[in-house]
């Protein structure tokens, strides 16, 4: 069982939006008790970055297809889907944490 989830956070520039959705998704790991390692990125980077880390989470569309689970997070920066992206992050780093 690994002892945490290695999270790749990626936006657009690798700044703005990024930096708000790894200090959610933070909280919202610290919430549920997960723990986890983010690193962030830009898009530009998840093809070479997605081999070190167990998810992927962008703040934008991504057209090429992932070796990792992705979980769009957005929406934690619109307020749109909040809850459902919340409890998307959640189970998907749980099972993470259930499968090594």
Known sequence: MANEVKILIA???GIATSTVAQEK?????QE????????KGT???VQT???GVDVVMLTT???KPLKKPLVQ???LISGINEDTIRDEIVS???SVLEAE
């Not at 998704?25 to 790991?29: H, P």
């Not at 549920?32 to 690193?39: E, L, N, V």
């Open 92 to 94: 998907t780093c749980r």
């Open 49 to 51: 970055l997605q081999d």
């Open 25 to 29: 998704v933070k909280q919202i790991l």
């Open 43 to 45: 898009v530009g980077q």
């Open 73 to 75: 997070v957005f929406g």
């Open 11 to 13: 936006c657009g520039s």
């Open 61 to 63: 569309r991504y057209p």
């Open 32 to 39: 549920a008790g997960i723990p986890a390692r983010i690193t």
